[in-house]
Nanobody, 115 residues
Framework: VQLQASGGGLVQAGGSLKLSCLVL?????????LSWYRQAPGKQRELVGA???????NYVDSVKGRFTISRDNGMNTADLQMNNLKLEDTGVYYC?????????WGQGTQVTVSS
């Protein structure tokens, strides 16, 4: 199983980006949860949001109403749509897939929000 995160880049505050987590080697429905984390410079990695196979999603308070996690069954991806980006959203974003045996992690994609 491999997770490949993509879609990061440089964007101005107020702009949007869409990150994609491609899951290779296993159907996304076989995982109990697909999540996005981020790590800002000098800070610990934090959970941004998670999608569960029961259809529920949850987000950290700071991104509620701005970020949305969705899945693309056809592409086997878990996407993170980020709108109204703020300077404090800058960081490396990682996707993660949780199974009963272990958690899988992607390589991270850099998001930089400029003023």
């Amino acid at each position: 199983v491999q997770l490949q995160a993509s879609g990061g880049g440089l964007v101005q505050a107020g702009g949007s980006l869409k990150l994609s987590c491609l899951v290779l080697g296993r159907n996304i429905w076989s995982f109990s949860a697909l999540s996005w984390y981020r790590q800002a410079p000098g800070k610990q990695r934090e959970l941004v949001g998670a999608w569960s196979t029961d259809g529920s999603t949850n987000y950290v308070d700071s991104v509620k109403g701005r970020f949305t996690i969705s899945r693309d069954n056809g592409m086997n991806t878990a996407d993170l749509q980020m709108n109204n980006l703020k300077l404090e959203d800058t960081g490396v974003y990682y996707c993660s897939a949780k199974s009963s045996q272990r958690d899988y992690w992607g390589q991270g994609t850099q998001v930089t929000v400029s003023s």
